[in-house]
């Protein structure tokens, strides 16, 4: 275990130190939790037009639950694991850049990495008859957020692999829950 934590911790400080001044307000945008609400206006609307107004209430619900589950799962295991960010090891403080406007306790799984894999996973799953390749760009988008954890020196790559793995499998098991709800619901 201690070998894997040591690896984990040469990767961190190896993605985290490709970052420069330059490439920081970006960076920082990215891992801001609003800056994509124009991306899920943009989703809602996909859902809205491809699906109705009853799919998309059901979706916006189903939605609600599955950022408030995975927020929570990955609290318990904040908690549980306490597991300290990188941004609160000392003797990291020197050899990284922390750029974060603040830095919690535990980071043991990030929530950002589940809750942005869960989302591409989620709406991926169910616009995908209508747009075949979105999915894909939803992936990408989501690990670009999960990546910028590690960027601005908050996250170790295990807990945004860790979190990307859980956001996956609850995207998944929330689209099931909503076609199930879209069968019940919804009249054919």
């Known amino acids: 275990m201690e070998q894997l934590i040591q690896y984990d911790t040469d990767l961190f400080l190896w993605l985290n130190n490709l970052g420069n001044p330059t490439w920081d307000g970006f960076w920082l945008a990215v891992t801001n939790k ?24 059901i979706s916006v619900v189903v939605i609600a639950f599955m950022i408030a589950f995975t927020d929570q799962i990955s ?23 922390y750029i974060a406007e603040r830095c919690g306790r535990y ?26 390749s979105l999915i894909f760009a939803l992936l990408f988008w989501s690990a670009f957020v999960a990546y910028s954890r590690i960027y601005v020196g908050v996250h170790y790559p295990l807990d945004i692999i860790c979190g990307m793995t859980f956001g ?7 689209y099931k829950l909503k076609q199930k709800a879209d069968s019940r619901f919804i009249s054919s």
């Open 34 to 57: 609003f800056t994509f609400i124009p991306l899920y206006g943009v989703l809602l609307y996909l859902l809205y037009r491809k699906m109705g107004a009853k799919s998309l209430l």
């Open 75 to 97: 609290s318990l295991f904040k908690h549980g694991v306490q597991r300290p960010r990188p941004c609160k090891e000392a003797d990291l403080m020197e050899q990284m850049r």
């Open 107 to 132: 980071g043991f799984f990030s929530a950002h990495a589940a809750n942005s894999m869960a989302i591409a996973v989620f709406t991926g799953l169910l616009l995908r008859p209508y747009y075949k």
């Open 168 to 174: 996956a499998i609850s995207g998944f098991l929330f």
